[in-house]
């Protein structure tokens, strides 16, 4: 099914279910497309950006309780918590040591090339006063800090605490995951809200 994501602005943005669905389903066809589907993956998996994991796989972490590490983000200092799960644990042992290439966003688009190789993205493209529409292939302009978005937005979709996905990216605040990065449509905040809200109606009296 060709999917057409149409977005307002240029920011960066998340993939959508189906997308992610397709994404984990996918088996890499050489080493090189595995590096580059697992480094992807625990980006996805723990919601770091790209800087931060690399710290991880260097090492510069703490140990933290209950199967959990702490990481000082290089981009705003905070404190990146990152639960290991038995999948998340397994790639980062697998990966310790490794050097994420600065190349990385170009082997990402190749691997999106023949994961998504139909999905469109539309978006508006604003330079001065010129407003400039573009449409392109997704795998044209996915990066690593997608992952960051589509964590953030999946994890809201499924109705997570927002405090604890803040702790997990290392925000200082909840502003960044409200404004940039939870990419939820109308459906999906209703969905949110009938979740917490609804649970148990009053139901009228007579």
């Known amino acids: 099914t060709n999917i057409k994501q149409k977005i307002t602005d240029k920011m960066v943005k998340s993939l959508n279910i189906e997308q992610i669905n397709k994404f984990f389903a996918y088996t890499p066809t050489d080493k090189y497309e595995y590096v580059t589907y697992d480094i992807f993956k625990l980006l996805i998996l ?17 140990t933290g309780e209950n199967n959990t ?12 918590n990152v639960i290991l799960t038995k999948e998340v644990k397994e790639l ?23 994961i998504l190789p139909d999905d469109v993205i539309e978006y508006d493209e604003q330079t001065g006063r010129t407003v400039k529409h573009v449409e392109t292939q997704l795998y044209n302009v996915i990066t690593a800090h997608w992952a960051r978005h589509t964590m953030i937005t999946y994890n809201r979709m499924k109705g997570e605490d ?27 905040e209703n969905k949110l809200f009938a979740a917490k809200y609804t649970k148990n109606p009053l139901k009228d009296k007579v």
Do not use: P
């Open 92 to 114: 980062i042992d697998k990966y310790t040591g490794y050097h994420i290439s600065k190349n990385f966003n170009e082997g990402l688009k190749k691997l999106f090339k023949n």
């Open 162 to 188: 927002i405090e604890k996905i803040r702790q997990q990216v290392g925000h200082s605040t909840d502003k960044m995951i409200n404004q940039v990065y939870s990419h939820l449509n109308i459906k999906d």
């Open 69 to 80: 590490i702490a990481v000082k983000t290089k981009k705003k200092k905070t404190t990146a």
């Open 46 to 62: 723990t919601g770091l950006r790209i800087s931060d994991l690399q710290q991880i796989l260097d090492g510069e972490y703490i």
